[in-house]
């Protein structure tokens, strides 16, 4: 089994009303990246991460896109211990 990573994201721009966290979930499962995504109060999206480091970074390159909508300024990221994410969700 591949080391397992954790990034925490943050992503600013035109990242809400835009499909950004159902995008944002489906690809992770699609990849097999574990973890959450929800919107801030400030405008951003904040995303957790966990899984093999390779499918992790592929998460944070997909963001800097996002979905079709979004216009994404910057991705920030700050990179943890893994905790044991189970699955994908969004958070509310």
């Not at 035109?14 to 990246?33: F, H, K, L, P, S």
Request: glycine share 10%; aromatic share 10%; proline share 3%.
């Amino acid at each position: 089994m591949a080391e397992r990573t954790r990034a925490h994201v943050f992503v600013s721009g035109t990242v809400q009303g835009v499909y950004y966290r159902a995008n944002t979930r489906d690809t992770a499962r699609e990849n097999g990246v574990d973890g959450w995504v929800k919107n801030l109060e400030d405008g951003r999206v904040e995303a957790v991460f966990e899984g093999p480091k390779a499918d992790v970074e592929a998460m944070i390159e997909w963001c800097h896109t996002g979905s079709p909508a979004a216009d994404v300024e910057d991705v920030a990221v700050e990179y943890e211990e893994p905790r044991g994410e189970d699955g994908f969700e969004i958070r509310y």
